[in-house]
């Protein structure tokens, strides 16, 4: 029995991994098409426009932040495990600034060759999440406050998810016009992330039901 707990930790910890490093392949992707990112992703991407920081830089100090806020809201049920998301959104922002200079090669001029590359990252956007939430270790920051609003207002977490990445745009257009006085950083690519990064997820749940079991368990 010891050895099979070992086995399926060493496993979920690998797969949240994969989602991270897939999760942040999409999010370099979506910088470099210039369409704008996943909606968890727009503020960082715009403070990397209007700061000399990186987008990876900034996802880490925004991430972190949210973070904070999540102490603010649970309260004392605030504990451990919600302190070492801080981890994964150490690896996570380092990995999408990595993935910026592999992809440095790609310069896409054409706006069909942008929207291509968009559609991709989400792809690959939904992949990420798909193993990051199955792998049921370590959320992510912006999973994490959706959760602990959802747990501090009784409602339930989808509702919450929704909600947090409404906010969070509408975070980064306001950044974007009192910092430029135009709308950068949040474009169509964040609008096709937001419809469609769900229902790619429920895709691939609904027709490889016997590989979400594996991931799960």
């Not at 920081?53 to 973070?67: A, N, P, R, S």
Request: with cysteine.
């Amino acid at each position: 029995m010891k050895h099979k707990n070992s086995y399926f930790y060493i496993k979920h910890y690998f797969l949240l991994f994969v989602g991270i490093i897939i999760m942040a392949m999409s999010v370099a992707l979506a910088k470099i098409a210039t369409l704008g990112t996943s909606p968890i992703s727009s503020v960082p991407n715009v403070l990397s426009i209007i700061t000399p920081l990186t987008i990876g830089q900034t996802t880490i100090i925004f991430m972190t932040l949210v973070i904070v806020l999540e102490a603010v809201v649970l309260g004392k049920n605030f504990n451990r495990k919600n302190v070492v998301q801080i981890v994964p959104t150490i690896v996570f922002g380092e990995l999408i600034d990595l993935f910026i200079q592999i992809f440095g090669f790609i310069d896409p001029h054409a706006y069909w060759v942008k929207l291509c590359l968009t559609i991709i990252s989400i792809g690959c956007l939904a992949i990420g999440v798909f193993f990051e939430v199955n792998s049921r270790t370590i959320m992510m920051a912006g999973e994490g406050i959706a959760a602990a609003f959802a747990f501090r207002l009784r409602q339930p977490f989808a509702k919450m998810k929704v909600r947090a990445d409404i906010t969070m745009v509408v975070m980064a257009v306001i950044l974007s016009v009192i910092f430029t006085q135009s709308l950068v950083g949040v474009r169509e690519g964040t609008i096709l992330s937001a419809i469609f990064t769900g229902r790619i997820i429920g895709l691939i749940e609904d027709h490889m039901p016997a590989f979400t079991k594996w991931v799960q368990n």
